[in-house]
């Protein structure tokens, strides 16, 4: 009933930039919090920002002070600014969505299928 589509990955230098895009789109009546995951090759899926409607944004360790969530509550979309960005953070990032439905205010869960960024020289 919701889909959440990312966009923004791509090949970047180290030190480089990017900006990342997710939008949730379906039978949404509101989006409680939104986030940001990652997986790289062999390792877990990790957190790495989350934002609630009320409440704290809250960073990776790993990401606190080069990354940056937000969002645009009236299209339903989140964003992900990466800056001075480091091969390790070479990885498929996932935009995960959660809320409730408008037609039976039931609660979903969604996932994007995963946009890949590669810090390289």
């Known amino acids: 009933q919701v889909e959440v589509v990312e966009s923004g990955g791509g090949l970047v230098q180290p030190g480089g930039s990017l900006r990342l895009s997710c939008t949730a789109s379906?039978?949404?009546?509101?989006?409680?919090?939104m986030s940001w995951y990652r997986q790289a090759p062999g390792k877990q899926r990790e957190l790495v920002a989350t934002?609630?409607?009320?409440?704290?944004?809250n960073y990776a360790d790993s990401v606190k002070g080069r990354f940056t969530i937000s969002r645009d509550n009236a299209k339903n979309s989140a964003y992900l600014q990466m800056t001075s960005l480091k091969p390790e953070d070479t990885a498929v990032y996932y935009c995960?969505?959660?809320?409730?439905?408008?037609?039976?205010?039931?609660?979903?869960?969604?996932w994007g299928e995963g946009t890949q960024v590669t810090v390289s020289s």
């Open positions: 934002m609630p409607n009320r409440g704290s944004t």
């Open positions: 995960n969505a959660r809320g409730v439905v408008i037609t039976t205010t039931s609660p979903f869960n969604s």
């Open positions: 379906g039978s949404i009546f509101s989006i409680y919090v």
